[in-house]
């Protein structure tokens, strides 16, 4: 197995000629080489290589044989295993095969005679080498389309691929570059999106995924896991963020930046070092923009909306749905501009630099390079006494204590997820799944009072902006806003604190369903 270190960053179409002005890059891009490559993707009717975590590809390149690549689908980090060797025909034989990964997933599920060609991959690539220090990195332009049957997807990429020499050098390359370019840090390969055209899926929102932890793993492969894992989501969301029609864009990626920041929160006792507030600071702006877009999506199509289309709205009361859909309109514009500019482009890099090669990384005596599952259970146990402490006072909290314990209640039960694939035997999971059922119950109840508050306050401050004062105005507006509260009803909010009160009485400490290796 090779290591392959490479950053892929994504590019407009049109700013391409932007690239001749880049360090380093100059003229050199002009005059480079210029290849054509076809890859097609191999895999059997259920997926079996995919859901494995491998692409399984045949290249055929001008001038030369065609080449056989068993890649890891989705690594953690910039670095991934490779295993490639030459082939004779166009389709990979067992014999081929069984050196790799992917000749151990076909023997598992079958003799792989049911591989098939799923998707192609056409580009025409345009290379070079460069100095940067004392490393040698090719720099790679491919421009082209994945191709399913009919369906075909463009591609427009800059790659840095680190041949010689240490990975800080290859970062050091990128960051010059994004400082002068509109180029954005995708961990998304050909052969994901290639997966997801072919199912149908690209540009679709998508759920939170399961980090994929094993025993053997330390608390610091562990937390680099678990924050690729919400990267990754979040990066599969961005296409579906600018779709207006479908608001489960925001709302997925805005998750994934949640749960990426709860994995910080848990794990700040053992990688704290001097960046961290800032990679803190910046996921908290971002996080910032995600919220503001997602409650007025809400607020929008699923407040506003509904009782305007069944008529239910009175003479007077367009200004006031205006109003709504200008403010919607204004997130979403501010959450665009954010992902495509510089601020976004840095953090990205940032964050994938700290998280393979930061201060916490080297730090001397620590237990982040302690086994997982040990670490894991000491950092569960803190945060649900942090929640046993606040949820003692729920009784007679107020609002913003309130929705303090139901944060916390949230995190927790981000926090324990991410554990989900360590925790086996039949008794365990039956605890696992009742201990993330209670919170979720806690989150869900606390939260029905919180978006009934914040619906009131939203409501009074559109009526404040439109009625003016004008009084038969603002008895229209006063009524529709009136008539859409009542339509969500007001939340009981006694009897909401007695549901999350009784599944905090439900709530067992981590250690019955997480054991210590």
Same mark, same amino acid.
């Given at each position: 197995m090779a290591q392959e270190i490479e950053l892929k960053f994504l590019i407009e179409s049109g700013s391409l000629p932007m690239l001749d002005s880049l360090p380093v890059i100059g003229k050199r891009l002009r005059n480079a080489p210029r290849k054509h490559i076809e890859?097609?993707?191999?895999?059997?009717?259920?997926?079996?290589?995919?859901?494995?975590?491998?692409?399984?590809?045949?290249?055929k390149q001008q001038g030369k044989g065609k080449l056989l690549s068993v890649k890891q689908a989705n690594p953690t980090g910039v670095g991934r295993g490779e295993w490639e060797s030459p082939i004779a025909g166009d389709m990979p034989s067992r014999e081929e095969l069984a050196a790799t990964p992917a000749g151990a997933v076909l023997g598992k599920n079958g003799n792989g005679s049911d591989l098939a060609p799923l998707y192609t991959v056409a580009v025409d690539r345009a290379s070079f080498l460069v100095k940067q220090g004392s490393a040698e990195i090719e720099i790679a332009v491919d421009r082209g389309e994945i191709k399913h049957q009919d369906k075909e997807l463009p591609i427009c990429e800059l790659e840095l691929e680190l041949k010689t020499g240490e990975p800080r050098q290859l970062f050091a390359l990128a960051r010059r570059f994004i400082d002068k370019a509109p180029l954005r840090l995708s961990f998304i390969s050909k052969g994901d999106r290639g997966n997801r055209l072919a199912e149908g899926s690209w540009g679709h929102p998508v759920g939170a995924s399961t980090p994929k932890l094993t025993p053997e793993m330390t608390a610091a492969d562990a937390f680099r896991?678990?924050?690729?894992?919400? +990267?990754?989501?979040?990066?599969l969301n961005e296409p579906a963020i600018a779709d207006d029609s479908d608001i489960e864009g925001v709302h997925r990626a805005r998750i994934a930046i949640r749960r990426l920041r709860a994995a910080l929160s848990l794990f700040k006792p053992l990688i704290a070092d001097d960046e961290y507030e800032h990679i803190r600071r910046e996921l908290s702006w971002l996080s910032g923009l995600l919220g503001a877009a997602r409650d007025l999506d809400v607020m929008q199509r699923e407040t506003f909306e509904p009782p305007a289309e069944a008529g239910a709205a009175p003479m007077g009361t367009n200004a006031l749905l205006t109003v709504v859909a200008r403010r919607r309109g204004v997130a979403r514009?501010?959450?665009?501009?954010? +992902?495509?500019?510089?601020?976004?482009?840095?953090l990205l890099l940032d964050l994938a630099h700290w998280l393979d090669h930061g201060a916490w990384r080297t730090a001397k005596e620590t237990d982040i390079d302690h086994p997982v599952l040990q670490q894991a259970r000491k950092l569960l146990t803190r945060q649900f006494k942090k929640l046993r402490k606040l949820s003692r006072r729920l009784a007679k909290a107020g609002p913003e204590e309130r929705h303090g314990i139901r944060i916390a209640a949230k995190k927790l039960r981000y926090m324990s997820e991410f554990f989900d694939s360590l925790v086996t035997g039949r008794k365990r999971r039956r605890r696992f799944k009742k201990y993330t059922r209670a919170l979720e119950a806690i989150q869900g109840a606390l939260g029905e009072i919180h978006d009934g508050e914040a619906r009131g306050e939203f409501l009074e401050t559109l009526v404040a902006e439109v009625a003016g004062s004008d009084s038969a105005n603002r008895a229209a507006v006063t009524a529709f806003a009136a008539g859409v509260f009542t339509a969500r009803e007001r939340p009981k909010e006694k009897k909401l604190i007695r549901k999350a009160r009784k599944a905090f009485a439900k709530l067992k400490d981590n250690r019955r369903f997480l054991k210590a290796a």
């Open positions: 890859t097609t993707y191999f895999d059997t009717p259920k997926r079996h290589i995919a859901d494995s975590g491998y692409a399984l590809r045949v290249r896991t678990i924050c690729h894992s919400c +990267l990754y989501d979040f990066m514009d501010a959450l665009n501009k954010a +992902l495509l500019g510089e601020r976004m482009r840095k």
